[in-house]
C-alpha cells in the first residue's frame, strides 16, 4: 500500500529500470519459499530460479540476460547454484538485477542434499561446463 503512494517520492536512482520497484524492496520484504514453490513457476512467462540460497524472479529479467533467455529458462523452478557459479563472477546478482531476489530458500530445502549426478554411460566427463552446455543444447 505505502510503496503505491510514496513511490513518486522516490528518487530516480532507488528505483530499478526493469521492473520499477525500489532496490531496498527485497530486504523489506524478504520472504521463506520451499523448493516446492519455486518448482511451479517453471515457464518463460513466469520464471523463478533458486542461486546459492536466495529464490529469483526473473521473468522481467529475461529479455535483457546476456546470454539469452534460454539459459535461464532451462533452469526455471530449479536450482541453478552449480551451474551459474561457474560462469558467474560473485556479486553479478546484486549489481545488475537486485531486484530480481524475491527471498530465500528454506533452510530445511537448502539443508538437503542434492540427488547425486547420473554418470555419463562412455567415461568422459560427469559435470563442469559440458553438462551445463549439454542442458543448455538439449543434449
Known amino acids: 500500500f505505502w510503496l503505491k503512494h ?12 526493469i ?3 525500489p532496490f531496498f524492496l527485497h530486504i523489506i520484504m524478504s520472504k521463506i519459499y520451499s523448493s516446492t514453490d519455486v518448482a511451479s513457476h517453471n515457464s518463460k512467462q513466469d ?4 542461486l546459492n540460497n536466495q529464490v529469483l524472479d526473473v521473468t ?10 534460454l539459459s535461464i529458462v532451462n533452469f526455471a523452478g530449479k536450482d ?3 551451474e ?4 558467474h563472477p560473485e556479486g553479478v546478482i546484486s549489481k545488475y538485477a537486485p531486484d530480481t531476489i524475491i527471498g530465500k530458500l528454506d533452510p530445511e530445502d537448502a539443508n538437503k542434499e542434492k540427488p547425486a549426478a547420473s554418470k555419463p554411460a562412455s567415461g ?12 543448455i543444447c538439449g543434449k
Open 124 to 135: 568422459g566427463s560427469s559435470g563442469g561446463c559440458f553438462a551445463f552446455l549439454g542442458s
Open 6 to 17: 510514496c513511490r513518486l517520492a522516490l528518487p530516480s536512482f532507488c528505483v530499478s529500470p
Open 19 to 21: 521492473v520499477r520497484r
Open 84 to 87: 551459474f557459479n561457474m560462469i
Open 47 to 50: 520464471c523463478w530460479v533458486i
Open 60 to 69: 522481467h529479467f529475461l529479455k535483457d540476460h546476456p546470454g539469452g533467455e
Open 80 to 82: 541453478a547454484t552449480e
